[in-house]
């Protein structure tokens, strides 16, 4: 069965400084892999998203993951936090393709600080 | 190009009582996933529709159950709701072509509160 874990419900940076958030999955078969975002009250807006092409993939606002087969790990960084990244953040995974059932963690809430 | 859209966005109903919730898919798209968000959780996926059949399930009892119409809109009805339905419904939209089906792009829910 697919899983995903996030590692840490919360993470507080200051702004300008570097973004981690930690996702570990675990998959039988090649997993395709997402990143979303989710701002108060609104629905989830995808970040970026692995599909087996190549590893480090680059989405909007700057973030990117690195894929990492032999750690299960797809973490998201970004090189300088904005006020603007204040949100929380989900990793979810999926088998075949990206329209089946998606596998969401339970989510990291980034906060960013002056 | 339209994104998805829901209705209502805010509801509030008393236990026991039905509710249907309504979602259009982003112009272009075929395929609409309704999943769960309770507080402080992840989603979690209720089910799939594809040309106007259910495509998938999750782990949701019957009294949860869809449509999708031949413009691709769906509707989520929850029967005999519960406490425990309180949560945001979201929606997601993609598009499906022989077995390959494409990203999920989400609306921005519905907050529904029950009594």
């Known amino acids: 069965a697919q899983s995903v874990t996030q590692l840490g419900s919360h993470v507080s940076v200051s702004e300008g400084a570097l973004v981690l958030l930690r996702c570990n999955y675990s998959s039988s078969v090649p997993p395709y892999l997402f990143w979303y975002v989710q701002y108060p009250n609104q629905g989830l807006q995808l970040l970026l998203k692995y599909t087996s092409a190549a590893t480090l993939v680059k989405g909007i606002n700057g973030f990117e993951a690195e894929f990492k087969k032999s750690e299960t790990s797809f973490h998201l960084t970004k090189p300088s936090a904005h006020m603007s990244d204040a949100a929380e953040y989900f990793c979810?995974?999926?088998?075949?393709?990206?329209?089946?059932?998606?596998?969401f963690g339970k989510g990291t809430t980034l906060s960013v600080s002056s | 190009e339209t994104g998805v859209t829901q209705s209502p966005t805010h509801l509030i109903k008393t236990r026991g009582q039905q509710v249907t919730l309504r979602c259009s898919s982003q112009?272009?798209?075929?395929?609409v996933s309704w999943y769960q968000q309770a507080l402080g959780q992840g989603p979690q996926f209720i089910f799939q529709?594809?040309?106007?059949?259910?495509?998938g399930r999750g782990n949701f009892p019957p009294r949860f159950s869809g449509l999708q119409f031949p413009n691709y809109s769906s509707e989520l009805n929850v029967n005999a709701l519960e406490l425990d339905d309180s949560a945001l419904y979201l929606c997601?939209?993609?598009?499906?072509?022989?077995?390959?089906?494409?990203?999920?792009?989400f609306g921005p829910g519905t907050r529904l509160t029950v009594l």
């Open positions: 112009s272009g798209h075929n395929t």
């Open positions: 529709y594809y040309r106007e059949e259910e495509n």
């Open positions: 979810a995974v999926t088998l075949n393709q990206a329209g089946t059932a998606l596998i």
């Open positions: 997601a939209s993609s598009w499906t072509s022989g077995r390959a089906t494409d990203t999920q792009y």
